[in-house]
């Protein structure tokens, strides 16, 4: 401020202080109004996911549980891809409550009860897909490396128990959301209701550990651990085939190890994320990272059922059957008998065209 007098230079000071905090209130109000449209987006987006989740899943995995639950033989196979269905279609159809809750910007209109109800599927769903998926995994170890033993012990009666058991497993990981979770009031808006953790203490420490806690026990029975037991299994398997002819059989050894895939693929970066939480990382990245996440974890309940289609509708082209005939075959618990029953059903259906351009000719 040179050739400024001191009686200027004061007034110029005074300009400065008055005009800063109007200037930073402005970056502010363009702050808020910036994070608040991002949240808007994440609102809809949510909301457009959920309802894809709701009509896929419920149709999709509907339809396996009909196939496998009512118009398929009991095998060993169809008792592990209907209870992974169960799992999948109980999620699935409590989507509508995320939808009205989304819609309404996180608010949670339909109180504590099913708030629990909601938290308690969500994990449910998580736990008994993994457990079923570690289970398909081991059960498919046995058969291939131990045929024998296979042969003589491996049974629909044992099957239905173990699935039993992996579903009251599932159910003990879970029930402690239905005490942790309940409908609390918003702290950042009190005409809010929030469907989220509630705590009996206000120590934030104590809620800190509890949280990780959570995490690390999720993260531990829910993925590290299913995840190192599938891997074990499936580089036996690897090793154990490697010099045999797959080709005949290899359909649903594919359908199992997509499946598997699929689930870890769409749950890590859930995991990643909930792990992240518990860091000093940006809160508003760590919002909208949690939020993706979260909805790609989702929708590995409505995917499982279209690669079912998908691989029952290319082979139905291939093989000229109807495409119950071919879902059947995705689910057959002995690939050579599926072969079998496709080439049967072929041949009727070649007959009965020839037939019907016969009788037309007459």
Known sequence: MKGLSSGQKERMEELDITLAPSSFSSHLKRGLNSSSQAEEVMHIVAAAVYTLIFLLGTTGNGLVIWITGFKMSRTVNTIWFLNLAIADFIFAALRPFAVVREAMRSHWPFGSTLCKVNGFVKYLNMYASVFILTTISIDRYVLVVHPVWSRNNRSTRKASIIAIVVWIIATFFSVPYIFLRDAVMDSRDQNKTRCDFSFLFE????????????????????????????????????????????????????????????????????????????????????????????????????????????????????????????????????????????????????????????????
């Not at 891997?231 to 499946?259: E, G, H, L, M, Q």
């Not at 909208?288 to 790609?296: D, E, F, K, L, N």
């Not at 690669?307 to 093989?319: C, I, K, T």
């Not at 000229?320 to 080439?343: E, H, I, R, W, Y």
């Open 203 to 362: 120590d934030s420490d104590d809620k800190r550990r509890i949280n990780l806690a959570l995490y690390v026990t999720r993260f531990t029975f829910g993925f590290l651990v299913p995840f190192l037991v599938i891997t074990t299994c499936y580089v036996s398997i690897c090793f154990k085939i490697k010099d045999r002819n797959w080709s005949n059989s290899n359909r649903p050894f594919i359908i199992i190890v997509a499946t598997i895939v699929t689930f870890f693929v769409c749950w890590v970066p859930y995991h990643v994320f909930n792990f992240l939480k518990t860091t000093n990382l940006p809160k508003q990245f760590l919002e909208v990272g949690y939020r993706i996440s979260t909805s790609i974890a989702y929708l590995n309940s409505c995917l499982n059922p279209l690669m079912y289609l998908f691989v029952g509708y290319s082979f139905r082209e291939r093989a000229g059957v109807s495409l119950l005939s071919a879902l059947k075959s995705v689910f057959a618990d002995d690939p050579n008998q599926a072969k079998l029953n496709l080439s049967s059903e072929s041949v009727r259906l070649t007959l009965r065209k020839m037939t019907g351009t016969l009788t037309s000719k007459e």
